[in-house]
């Protein structure tokens, strides 16, 4: 099938005494992705990692070292943030992209092991706060320009110029909103809800499903029956042409290193797919194969963590130079 967009998904790993230069190389990826003609590239958010945690303020510098390409969180947990704020960040950062902003969503309670954690984390009230799907609903009111507050009329002192809605307001950002799950719950909801409907490499075994792609395929089924438009499929798949043999031999022992945990399920019922690592033709076959990946709109390639800025762009030059094309895809 030929897919609607391609794009990436990047961590933005940085040294933990030298984060500037992480962020650095992020902007020249997203540069290299943006001449390439890749049509969008994604944040990975990390709270307590060394990773981007708030994905809106790289946006804002992303913005305007880019001219064209769309830029994706995938995916920003909703449970950290206050929505009103939230909104005010991605409506700026929206601004100054000129529109090109898709933030990815999830919500997930408070999950660390100590409540003295989650209690610096949440403040203490987080027994009590409702971390349901309804906090993404007010953050799309919100961003949508739904009236927050009446307004008197203007009495002319003071110097400011109330808005009865979050400001700025971002025309059609409301309706760029993905959700990022792994079952068939959050699928059905994101279908209903009309927000777009994104997964990645970790999913999670239902009714007896434990093949990766076919759980996966399920979840897009649902999504779809429930009314779902669009659908995202990420994977970490590593093209091997046009890399140096020492590139190659890093790659082959990056997958090597977490493939074994793609044999089995891990946990309760997470399920984890296996890293694609190979020649083009080797890519292509997956592709062709998968029925989770050939039911989505969209496919993004996950770029693997601990790896420099020149095995990304080889990645990303592959991608948009071999591999897209052999997909029907143009820039």
Do not use: C
Not at 85 to 91: F, G, N, P, T, W
Not at 97 to 104: A, E, F, H, M
Not at 215 to 238: L, N
Not at 287 to 309: H, R
């Amino acid at each position: 099938m030929t897919f609607q967009h391609l794009g990436f998904i990047h961590l933005v790993p940085f040294e933990r005494e030298a984060p500037a230069a992480g962020f650095r190389d992020a902007i020249e990826l997203f540069q290299h992705a943006d001449a390439l003609g890749l049509d969008s590239g994604w944040l990975r958010t990390r709270h307590l990692q060394y990773g981007v945690p708030s994905p809106a303020v790289l946006f804002g510098a992303l913005a305007q070292a880019t001219e064209r390409i769309r830029l994706g969180n995938a995916v920003i947990p909703v449970e950290y943030e206050n929505p009103f704020r939230l909104a005010e960040d991605l409506a700026t950062a929206d601004v100054l992209s000129g529109g090109r902003l898709l933030p990815g969503l999830s919500v997930h309670p408070p999950r660390y092991s100590s409540d003295e954690v989650n209690d610096l984390v949440f403040d203490t009230g987080w027994r009590e706060e409702d971390y349901g799907y309804g906090r993404i609903e007010r953050l799309r009111s919100l961003l949508a320009g739904d009236r927050v507050r009446d307004l008197e009329g203007y009495a002319g002192f003071g110097g400011d110029i109330d808005s009865e809605r979050v400001e700025p307001h971002s025309p059609g950002l409301a309706e760029r909103l993905t959700y990022g799950g792994g079952s068939l719950k959050s699928a059905r909801w994101a279908g209903e809800a009309g927000l777009g409907w994104l997964v990645s490499n970790i999913s999670t075994s239902e009714h007896g499903v434990t093949d990766f792609s076919l759980a996966q395929r399920a979840q897009i089924d649902a999504y779809r029956e429930a009314g779902g438009k669009w659908v995202t499929v990420a994977r970490v798949i590593v093209p091997t042409d046009g890399a140096t043999d020492e590139q190659v031999a890093k790659y082959r022992t990056y997958a090597e290193a977490r493939n074994p945990r793609t044999e089995g399920i891990v946990g309760k019922n997470t399920l984890i797919a296996k890293d694609v690592l190979g020649s083009l033709d080797e890519i292509l076959e997956f592709v062709t194969n998968d029925p989770a990946i050939q039911a989505a709109d969209d496919l993004l390639f996950e770029l693997p963590f601990e790896m420099e800025l020149a095995d990304w762009r080889q990645m990303l030059t592959q991608l948009a130079t071999v591999i897209g094309p052999a997909l029907g895809w143009r820039a």
